[in-house]
């Protein structure tokens, strides 16, 4: 029964799913937390902040008004993601494939037979045929 469920754990669908589990609700606190107290203020180094707190280049529009494009919000989702896959991949991922890989290791080498083909075996049948009617 636990063999069982065992197997079932260590199944690539069920980590893979546990994964993402983790990516989507786990580390969203840390994260948003990271972004907002390190790497928001990292990228407002490079770009001046409009009255919104948003960041980015500004351009004028048709009616005259400062259009803000917050690419720091962008940049800093993004650089948030690769945080998240990076600690996801050493905390989860490797161990799991590296986990794999002893398993395997420990599971004796299957050695493949190989079946005789049509021809060899009718080649055996007619060699016995001859030696069964020479006996006689």
Known sequence: MFKGFRDFIAQG???DLAVAVVIGSAFTAIVNAVVASVITPLVGLFFEADATGEFGPKLTNIYGHEVTFPLGDLLSA????LAVALVVYFVFVLPMNKWKERQTARQPAVVEVIAPTET??????????????SAR
């Not at 993004?78 to 993601?81: E, H, L, Y």
């Not at 060899?120 to 009617?133: G, K, M, P, Y």
């Open 78 to 81: 993004v650089i948030a993601f």
């Open 120 to 133: 060899e075996l009718l080649v055996e049948i007619r060699d016995l045929l001859r030696e069964n009617s």
């Open 13 to 15: 669908n069920v980590i």
